[in-house]
């Protein structure tokens, strides 16, 4: 299994991950295009602001459900074949 499959089978669990821990634990180096490369694939996945204990700012990315506003934007971007299953 690639690092990329392992960071989004975690995502999938309903965890949230930072940039540093995407690196740390996956092993990626560069965390954005990591994330960059799961939403190309398609998945939904979300970037929050969020502070951590020691209050720094960070972001914290969360595999998610697109909004009813995600879905009209898409079909109003793209079309119908925004939403036509690929294989």
Known sequence: ???????????????????????GSFGLKNPHDAIHQ?????????????KLADGTSTIKYKIGAPSKRMVQIANAVLGADAFMARR
Not at 5 to 22: D, H
Not at 38 to 50: A, E, K, M, T, V
Request: hydrophobic residues 30%; glycine residues 6%.
């Open 1 to 23: 299994m690639s690092r990329q499959a392992k960071l989004l089978s975690y995502l999938k669990t309903g965890a949230e991950v930072t940039a540093r821990q995407i690196h």
């Open 38 to 50: 799961l939403r190309s694939q398609g998945n939904c996945i979300y970037s929050n602001r969020s």
